[in-house]
């Protein structure tokens, strides 16, 4: 996986600043996340990465390149949200594909590798089924397939499980982990549930009215028993 800088980032909003001064590195293979209450510019930060919203200040760097001039879809990055975004015609197979279509890819290649993507998250079996077909969980598990089919170098992920029960949830952690584990990517992951943040990370960022107030480990920052 990538490592990733921000320095003296900056977001304002007219007069008001939604992110203030945040630096942050997080090393390459890490799990890191930014923790905060709603409105506290984690996903005006996670944004900034993507490259959806431009910085008031500051910069981003990836792999020791300034990518702040560089469009979203040149950053090399996986992006899997809340709200999935699946196309609802067409198959879980043609989802998964989508980004290695955009990028060029062969057909014969394009199939191979999504069958690939979607056995890592355990739905091969319905790569021809459509996405309405499938419950709130596989479906963001495609959407997950669809992040990591062209081998991001970085994985953002914007509360991906908040549209989910309890249950579901906690599958989907234990799964995230496995595939964060086994792919050695760099996630930035962005949640305001504290137990979320301490059951996944390697790092918590916790952020409070656009600052981050506190980085370390989940021991360093909460006693667990
Ligand atoms: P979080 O992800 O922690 O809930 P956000 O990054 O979404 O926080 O928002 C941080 C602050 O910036 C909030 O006060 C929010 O209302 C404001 N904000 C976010 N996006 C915009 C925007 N496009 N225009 C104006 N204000 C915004
Ligand atoms: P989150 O659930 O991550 O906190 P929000 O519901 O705050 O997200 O924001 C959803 C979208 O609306 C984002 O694209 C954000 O940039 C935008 N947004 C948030 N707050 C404002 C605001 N005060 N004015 C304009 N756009 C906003």
Redesign the pocket.
């Given at each position: 996986g990538a490592d990733l800088r921000l320095s003296g980032l900056v977001?304002r909003?007219?007069g008001?600043a939604?992110?203030e001064n945040v630096d942050l590195e997080v090393a390459s293979g890490e799990f890191l996340t930014l923790l905060?209450?709603?409105?506290?510019?984690?996903?005006?930060?996670?944004?900034m990465i993507a490259g959806f919203?431009e910085p008031s200040g500051g910069s981003v760097v990836i792999d020791g390149q300034e990518i702040t001039a560089v469009p979203p879809h040149k950053r090399g990055l996986g992006m899997v949200f809340q709200n999935y975004s699946l196309f609802p015609h067409l198959s879980v197979r043609e989802n998964v594909e989508f980004p290695l279509r955009q990028r060029g890819v062969a057909k014969a290649e394009r199939a191979r590798r999504a069958m690939e993507a979607l056995e890592l998250v355990e739905l091969q079996g319905r790569a021809n089924a459509k996405p309405s077909q499938l419950s709130g969980g596989q479906q963001q598990r495609v959407a997950l397939a669809r992040a990591l089919v062209f081998e991001p170098r970085l994985l953002l992920m914007?509360e991906p499980f908040g549209a989910l029960d309890r249950a579901l949830r906690e599958r989907l952690q234990v799964e995230l982990r496995r595939l964060h584990h086994e792919l050695g990517i760099t996630v930035v992951f962005?949640t305001?549930d504290q137990e979320e943040a301490l059951t996944l990370s390697d790092r918590i960022a916790v952020?409070n009215e656009?600052r981050i107030e506190q980085v370390g480990t989940p021991e360093e920052l909460y006693e667990r028993p």
């Amino acid at each position: 996986g990538a490592d990733l800088r921000l320095s003296g980032l900056v977001k304002r909003y007219g007069g008001t600043a939604a992110v203030e001064n945040v630096d942050l590195e997080v090393a390459s293979g890490e799990f890191l996340t930014l923790l905060g209450p709603s409105g506290s510019g984690k996903t005006t930060t996670l944004s900034m990465i993507a490259g959806f919203t431009e910085p008031s200040g500051g910069s981003v760097v990836i792999d020791g390149q300034e990518i702040t001039a560089v469009p979203p879809h040149k950053r090399g990055l996986g992006m899997v949200f809340q709200n999935y975004s699946l196309f609802p015609h067409l198959s879980v197979r043609e989802n998964v594909e989508f980004p290695l279509r955009q990028r060029g890819v062969a057909k014969a290649e394009r199939a191979r590798r999504a069958m690939e993507a979607l056995e890592l998250v355990e739905l091969q079996g319905r790569a021809n089924a459509k996405p309405s077909q499938l419950s709130g969980g596989q479906q963001q598990r495609v959407a997950l397939a669809r992040a990591l089919v062209f081998e991001p170098r970085l994985l953002l992920m914007d509360e991906p499980f908040g549209a989910l029960d309890r249950a579901l949830r906690e599958r989907l952690q234990v799964e995230l982990r496995r595939l964060h584990h086994e792919l050695g990517i760099t996630v930035v992951f962005v949640t305001h549930d504290q137990e979320e943040a301490l059951t996944l990370s390697d790092r918590i960022a916790v952020f409070n009215e656009g600052r981050i107030e506190q980085v370390g480990t989940p021991e360093e920052l909460y006693e667990r028993p």
